[in-house]
């Protein structure tokens, strides 16, 4: 079955931890996402990357680092100096530029502080 | 101001009604519109592109009036699996989408 995952479902992180959020695609899509969703408030662009090795800051990237060493991987780390980590976080991938925007989602990991 | 802004709701309606709520989008150069279903704690699926003409899929109806910069959906025959929050989503460009808060629409028996 093609399609997004994210591990952990579920994450706490400690005071002045880093943590790392997988994300793995195999639809063979260019692009990939990370958005942060908090209660009644609209997804929110962390990162982007629309190719391999290039990525670039969304609305809200700060605290936040990623990397895109290949095709099906884009992970997030959620850093020390993200004051408020408590969300749910949301990966998506996308085919690539000039095709349609349609983005898919992974199921998501809820990131808890301790 | 919010680049899409919708009624949170709840809309609490009827097994068979119809239900329809809208959202608003401020950024005139939209080009791409959608709407998205996301169940509790799940994540977002898409449920349907908004185009210019309007278009249907099965019961339900997506309208878009760019003069005014609204987008609506509309269930008919609503099924208790309807319930959930519907995200308004518009795109500007080719690779940033913008997403409304959602609203919460519950099917009742």
């Known amino acids: 079955d093609g399609g997004i995952t994210q591990s952990p479902k579920y994450l706490f992180r400690k005071e002045g931890q880093n943590v790392t959020l997988s994300c793995e695609q195999n639809?063979?899509?260019?692009?990939m996402y990370w958005y942060r969703q908090d209660p009644g408030q609209g997804l929110r662009l962390i990162y982007y990357?629309?190719?391999?090795?290039?990525?670039q800051k969304g609305d809200i990237a700060e605290g936040y680092s990623v990397s895109r060493e290949k095709k099906e991987s884009f992970p997030l780390t959620v850093t020390s100096a993200q004051k408020n980590p408590t969300a749910f976080y949301l990966c998506?991938?996308?085919?690539?530029?000039?095709?349609?925007?349609?983005?898919?989602f992974g199921p998501g990991t809820r990131l808890l502080v301790l | 101001r919010k680049e899409v802004e919708q009624d949170p709701g709840p809309f609490n309606v009827p097994e068979g009604a119809t239900v329809a709520f809208n959202c608003t989008y401020s950024?005139?150069?939209?080009?791409?519109f959608f709407w998205y279903r996301q169940d509790c704690r799940k994540e977002p699926k898409l449920l349907m592109s908004?185009?210019?003409s309007g278009n249907e899929d099965g019961r339900f109806t997506a309208q878009l009036n760019r003069a005014s910069q609204y987008i609506s959906l509309l269930i008919r025959d609503s099924k208790l699996s309807d319930s959930a929050t519907y995200l308004c989503?518009?795109?500007?460009?080719?690779?940033?989408?913008?997403f409304g808060a959602g609203t919460t629409v519950t099917v009742r028996a």
């Open positions: 998506a991938s996308r085919v690539g530029q000039g095709a349609p925007e349609t983005q898919y």
């Open positions: 639809l063979n899509h260019d692009a």
């Open positions: 990357s629309q190719i391999v090795n290039d990525f």
């Open positions: 950024n005139s150069a939209s080009q791409s």
């Open positions: 908004v185009y210019s």
């Open positions: 989503v518009v795109s500007a460009n080719d690779y940033k989408l913008s």
